[in-house]
């Protein structure tokens, strides 16, 4: 499914990023993931497809879960050579016995194998990739989730290389041209020309979340515009009075009970993502008109969640991680550039942690601006800015 790819995504960045495990490993699973994505996912008119079936058609006619995706050693040495079939069995382990509900085919678990090299690893994958394409393919669930695209792009926007990027752009079209709309709106799903209905509030905030942190990694204005107006909607749409946010609109039709989401599920719960939102959006504009308003809403929304907090915390570490970002100080890298970004910028980007952004644009803004010099930055914590730098050197966290 697309939403679980989405939120391992990050883990395995930010693992990279702290260096946490095989930085082997972690680069690896993102370099695949992408393939996937790019290979299988995208649907041609901007968006990610949901899901892959688990079931296909075993060659009898009959429908089996798991036989596009399971081997057993006999269609691993019909697919390679001899030698190379006992290097993937080993390195895949396939056995006879197989490990996958006692049908004699083995799900694929790696192994270390030392006397095969990474080059050879990836020509045989290749080989094995290319030969399980002319199996009977799963169906594919071809409908865009704006939830699960939205947090798609909030991938992507902390990933490098030119794959990340044209999956993220394919991604932030179908985000722009359908799933969102200039007031604000965003609709649930769509599939082909067919437009789902009104979105929930999972939809909105993942929405917005995504649009921001690309429009702000790409320096794409329309993004950032569309986060803003999708945020304003969903904040006079979604929020109770009494503090935090109903998972619906009153304009959702007759329900027998207006819902919340905020305990975390197989995904984080959708008041969460809304902190989040309000804490980035604090984050990259601390003294915005709107700022009061936003943190208002924010911290409405965890107060009313005291005691359940308190209580049964495990079950909100998405918002207990999402508050702690609401109270922290940020760190904001603001660089106005010719056009040509100063090279240690990649550095600065790929080593930002938690409550710290690199915001790199053509664009000039109150008090930044490059003059005649090709770039300049400034180092600004909340609403306070230490003196302009244009030394690469200093370009550091």
């Given at each position: ?5 989405a ?83 080993s ?86 041209e ?15 020309e ?14 917005a979340?995504g649009l ?24 006079k ?9 109903w ?9 027998p009970?207006?819902?919340?989401c ?13 902190v ?7 984050g ?63 550095k ?17 803004s109150?008090?930044?601006?490059r ?27």
């Amino acid at each position: 499914m697309l939403y679980d790819n989405a939120l391992l995504l990050p883990i395995h960045s930010r693992a990279l990023r702290d260096g946490v495990g095989d930085k082997l490993v972690h680069q690896r699973v993102i370099q695949l993931t992408l393939e996937w994505l790019k290979r299988e996912m995208l649907d041609p008119n901007g968006g990610v497809w949901s899901t892959l079936d688990a079931d296909s058609d075993d060659g009898t006619g009959h429908k089996e879960e798991g036989v596009f995706y399971v081997w057993t050693p006999e269609q691993i040495e019909s697919a390679l050579r001899v030698q190379d079939g006992e290097l993937a069995c080993s390195r895949w382990t396939i056995t006879k016995e197989g490990n996958f509900e006692n049908s004699g085919s083995s799900v694929l678990a790696l192994s270390d194998v030392e006397e095969l090299s990474a080059e050879k690893e990836e020509k045989i994958r290749l080989t094995l990739l290319e030969n399980r394409a002319e199996r009977a393919r799963p169906g594919t669930d071809d409908k865009v989730l704006t939830t699960w695209n939205g947090m798609l792009l909030v991938a992507l926007s902390e990933l490098e290389g030119d794959l990340a990027s044209q999956i993220g752009e394919h991604t932030a079209q179908g985000l722009l041209e359908r799933s969102t709309n200039e007031d604000g709106s965003v609709l649930r799903t769509w599939r082909g020309e067919i437009d789902g209905g009104p979105g929930f509030l999972d939809d909105y905030a993942w929405a917005a979340l995504g649009l921001l942190n690309w429009g702000i990694t790409t320096d794409n204005k329309t993004c950032i515009k569309r986060a803003l107006s999708i945020t304003k909607r969903l904040l006079k749409e979604f929020s109770d009075t009494e503090g935090g946010f109903w998972l619906s609109t009153s304009n959702h039709g007759e329900l027998p009970i207006r819902q919340r989401c905020e305990t975390d599920s197989a995904v984080p719960g959708s008041t969460s993502i809304v902190v989040r939102l309000i804490s980035n959006l604090l984050g990259i504009w601390p003294a915005h008109e709107e700022s009061d308003s936003w943190r208002t809403y924010a911290v409405d929304s965890i107060s009313k969640l005291g005691d359940g907090l308190k209580q049964r915390g495990p079950a909100y570490w998405s918002l207990l991680n999402a508050s702690q970002d609401l109270l922290r100080p940020w760190a904001v890298w603001h660089i106005h550039h010719d056009g040509t970004e100063p090279k240690e910028l990649k550095k600065l980007r790929r080593t930002a942690g938690d409550c710290q952004i690199v915001i790199s644009t053509q664009s000039s803004s109150e008090g930044k601006d490059r003059g005649d010099a090709p770039w300049m930055a400034w180092l600004c914590e909340g609403m306070t800015c230490k003196p302009p730098i244009t030394k690469s050197s200093d370009l550091s966290w």
